[in-house]
C-alpha cells in the first residue's frame, strides 16, 4: 500500500482507504445498500487494516451511526493504525440536517462515543450549504474542537464538485471530498484538482465505481435489494451507466469483475490531487482487490485520455435521475 499526504494537515492516508457507507446496513427507504452482516462486515475492517488500509471514511447518518460502531469494535487495540473520517449535519437520514454549532459539537461527541475513541481524524461537514460555510459559528465550534484535541483536522463532503470548490473559497476547508469516477470527471472539467493543488488541500475521491456499475457485473437483469438506494435511480440512468462502464471498461482493456475494478480506482490515482480514493466496501475480497489497485498504480496516461476523451463527448447522466 502506497501512502499520500492529506493535504497540509499533517496526517497520512492510505491512498484507496474504506468507505463505509454500506456497512452500516439497511437504513429507512432508499438510503443504504440494504441488509448486511455485521460478522462479515468485521471481517472486511479487520482485512483493510491488515492490508494498509488506513483511511476509514463514515458519517453519523451511515446506519444512523452503525458504521461507526463497527469502525470502532474493528480498531480497538489498533487505533493508531487508523485514520477516521465521519461527517456531521445528518445524525439520520429520516430527519432534516442540522449545521448549527451546537449540532456540530453533539454529533462529534456521540460519533466519539460510538467508535470508543477520545479523538477523531478528520470532521467533515456533510453537504453543508453556502450560509453555513460562511458562518462565524461554524469556525468557531471546529476551532474549538480542534483546540480541545476532539479532531485533528475538518473538513468538508460535499454534494458535488462546485459545493467543494466553494468549500475551499468560502471556509478555507484543509480538506474536501466529492464524487470522482471515470463517468463522472466534473473535479477535472469543473477545476476542482486544479483548486486543491493550488491551496495544498487535501481530496477524498468518492463513489470511484460509480455505486458499482464501474465493476461492469450489473446488467439489465440485475434486482437490487430492498432499500438499495440504487433502486431509486430511474431506468434511463441505470441504463446509461449500464452501456458507459462497458464502454470505459474496454477503453481501459479490462474485463468485468477484478479487472475492472483495479482500472477504475487506477484511473482516480492517476491524478496527484488526489489524496485517496475510498471505494465502498463489505467484503474482505473487495478490500484485498482494493488495496492491489495502489500496487499497481497509475492508468498509463493514453489510457486516462481516453476515458477523459469519452466523456468529452458523452452525457453520463440522464435528467430526471430519480425515479418517480
Known amino acids: 500500500m502506497k501512502y499520500r499526504k492529506l493535504g497540509e494537515t499533517g496526517i497520512l492516508v492510505s491512498e484507496v482507504g474504506f468507505g ?15 441488509d448486511t452482516d455485521d460478522a462479515q462486515s468485521l471481517r472486511a475492517l479487520h482485512r483493510a487494516l ?43 437520514w429520516t430527519k ?13 461527541e456521540l460519533s466519539l462515543k460510538r467508535i470508543g475513541t477520545d479523538y477523531l481524524d478528520v470532521l467533515q461537514l456533510h453537504n453543508p ?50 464524487n470522482f469516477n471515470m463517468m463522472d470527471v466534473r473535479v477535472v472539467t469543473e477545476g476542482l484538482l486544479d483548486e486543491v493543488s493550488r491551496r495544498g488541500a487535501a481530496f477524498i475521491a468518492r463513489t470511484p465505481l460509480c455505486f458499482g456499475f464501474l465493476t461492469g457485473t450489473i446488467d439489465r437483469s440485475t434486482v437490487f435489494a430492498a432499500g438499495d438506494h440504487r433502486a431509486a435511480w430511474s431506468r434511463a440512468q441505470l441504463d446509461n451507466w449500464i452501456d ?68 468529452a463527448t458523452r452525457d453520463f447522466f440522464v435528467s430526471p435521475v430519480r425515479a418517480s
Do not use: M
Request: aromatic share 4%.
Open 129 to 178: 450549504p453556502s450560509d453555513v460555510l460562511a458562518a462565524e459559528e461554524t469556525k468557531q465550534v471546529l476551532a474549538s474542537l480542534a483546540a480541545e484535541g476532539k479532531i485533528r483536522s475538518w473538513g468538508v463532503s460535499a454534494k458535488n464538485p462546485a459545493g467543494a470548490v466553494e468549500a475551499l473559497q468560502v471556509a478555507g476547508a484543509p480538506i474536501v471530498q466529492a
Open 244 to 311: 458507459g462502464a462497458r464502454d470505459l471498461i474496454s477503453a481501459a482493456s479490462a474485463t468485468p469483475g477484478r479487472e475492472a475494478v483495479l482500472s477504475a480506482l487506477r484511473f482516480c490515482l492517476s491524478f496527484g490531487a488526489v489524496s485517496s480514493v475510498i471505494p465502498g466496501v463489505l467484503h474482505p475480497a473487495e478490500a484485498e482487490t482494493n488495496a492491489q489497485a495502489s500496487e499497481q498504480g497509475a492508468l498509463p496516461a493514453d489510457v486516462v485520455e481516453k476515458v477523459l476523451a469519452i466523456n
Open 50 to 92: 491488515d492490508l494498509g488500509i488506513t483511511l476509514f471514511d463514515t458519517s453519523s447518518a451511515y446506519g444512523s451511526g452503525h458504521s461507526e460502531v463497527l469502525i470502532g469494535r474493528a480498531v480497538a487495540g489498533r487505533r493508531g493504525e487508523a485514520v477516521i473520517a465521519t461527517k456531521a449535519g445528518y445524525d439520520d
Open 20 to 34: 463505509a457507507w454500506g456497512i452500516g446496513g439497511r437504513t429507512a427507504g432508499a438510503t443504504s445498500y440494504g
Open 96 to 108: 432534516p440536517p442540522d449545521f448549527s454549532a451546537a449540532a456540530i459539537r453533539r454529533s462529534t
